[in-house]
């Protein structure tokens, strides 16, 4: 298992848990409990049971028939999208809220950036009675305003980040913070594979059940369980990490992972970090993140909210690094090009995060044999203010 956590923490050079003293106890008390908690029959029955009637799993392994007939390939999309509350999110936040039940924990506290994680938690608090403190930086909670609403429903309170640039960095700052002082009591939800160890494993292993069922749908459609290519967007990476998990020792499976190139690359409007990253330490673990030459985070930019990020968690590095996963990024324009056409091909409206996905098909030399499995981590209900802003620009689409 090369490609999976090291009993350091660590995946190859990257992850490890850089975090103040102050923080060690919880950390720790994560760590040291953890695998046996999540591992247990009771945690799984649990587990298994609220991912089928809560959240609606399996999600459908769907044939795209016109959008394979377009792409000269066979094409399958893993309906995410499907999920309660619109994403794979949730996978995640029903894990680690059952997980800070059997620890005994009575709070819940999360960062946010575009909302999407903050509703998740808030939702999976609702439903098991606790409390919920979401930290948001207050420029994000101005921009994302309807997430903010549907925190406030759910019954979250949401407390805005003033310091710094305002956004998810600041957020995450308060919210280590709050941890800090309430060490006995709380548990910190992260959203993606990113934060201290045991966090990145942690989270992949809740996101993994994407590729538990795709490779049993797989078998039902076509009698083998893998395919040639599985493609998914990466922000922090929890999407692409559940879709390529139980693919990793398959080396024969071409796994691709597509970044928000922005308005480009070279633009300095990019969210592209494995092109534009250097080797850093972000949230408590050493990965590739876009900072300056001093050091200074860059603030990363992204049409999609959610990729909207300034690295990528450890595990994502080191399969950058060592080459097995394939990194491709999509433009904001190719993205919305590609989200417009899946719509009309298959009448599925996706997340512009996994628009990005969708966009990497014209990137690759695909074939008639070749099964492509793309990852369709949420739906585009979100996103109509931005299509249709696009949309008017592009006068040909309205
Ligand atoms: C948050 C989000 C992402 C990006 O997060 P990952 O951890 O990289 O998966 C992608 N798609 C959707 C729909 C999201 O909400």
Redesign the pocket.
């Known amino acids: 298992m090369k490609y999976t956590v090291d009993k350091r923490g660590y995946y190859g050079n990257f992850g490890g848990a850089y975090i103040p003293e102050m923080l060690y106890p919880n950390v720790e008390e994560l760590r040291s409990k953890y695998e046996q908690i999540i591992e247990s029959d009771d945690f799984q029955r649990e587990f298994m049971h609220l991912l089928k009637n809560y959240v609606g799993r399996p999600t459908p392994l769907f044939l795209a028939k016109r959008l394979s007939e377009k792409h000269n390939a066979t094409i399958y999309l893993k309906r995410e999208d499907l999920c309660h509350t619109g ?3 949730i996978n995640n936040t029903i894990g680690q809220i059952l997980l800070a039940k059997k620890l005994g924990k009575q709070k819940i506290i999360a960062e946010t950036g575009a909302g ?2 903050g509703v998740a938690t808030a939702t999976v608090c609702a439903l098991m009675g606790m409390e919920c403190v979401v930290y948001m930086g207050q420029l994000d909670m101005e921009r994302q305003r309807p997430n903010v609403e549907r925190m406030a429903i759910l019954g979250a309170k949401v407390v805005p980040a003033t310091s710094g640039k305002m956004t998810l960095k600041d957020a995450t700052n308060e919210a280590m913070r709050h941890w800090i002082n309430h060490p006995v009591d709380t548990h910190y939800i992260i959203g ?2 990113v934060g201290p160890h045991p966090y990145p494993d942690m989270v992949a292993k809740f996101q993994s059940v994407i590729s538990d069922e795709i490779k049993k749908q797989l078998t039902e459609e076509t009698g083998n369980p893998f395919p040639d290519y599985v493609i998914a ?8 990490a559940g879709a390529f998990y139980h693919f990793l020792n398959h080396e024969h499976v071409k796994l691709i992972g597509v970044e928000a190139a922005g308005k480009g690359v070279d633009t300095n409007e990019s969210a592209a970090t494995t092109v534009l990253g250097k080797i850093g330490i972000l949230h408590g673990s050493k990965s590739l993140l876009m900072q300056t030459g001093d050091g200074q985070v860059i603030e990363p930019y992204s049409i999609s909210a ?2 909207d990020y300034p690295g990528i968690g450890p595990m994502h590095a080191h399969l950058f690094e060592t080459g097995r996963v394939t990194f491709l990024n999509a433009t904001d324009e190719e993205a919305m090009q590609a989200g417009v056409e899946l719509s009309r091909l298959e009448g599925i409206i996706p ?1 512009i ?2 628009a990005h996905a969708v966009a990497a098909l014209s990137k690759l030399e695909l074939n008639q044999e070749d099964v492509v499995v793309i990852n369709l ?2 739906r585009g209900d979100k996103d109509m203010d931005t299509y249709i802003k696009w949309g008017k620009y592009k006068s040909e689409i309205f």
């Open positions: 994403a794979h999110k999407q994680h993606s594979v967007c990466v922000g922090g990476g929890s999407n692409a959610g990729l997340a995060e996994s981590s949420g």
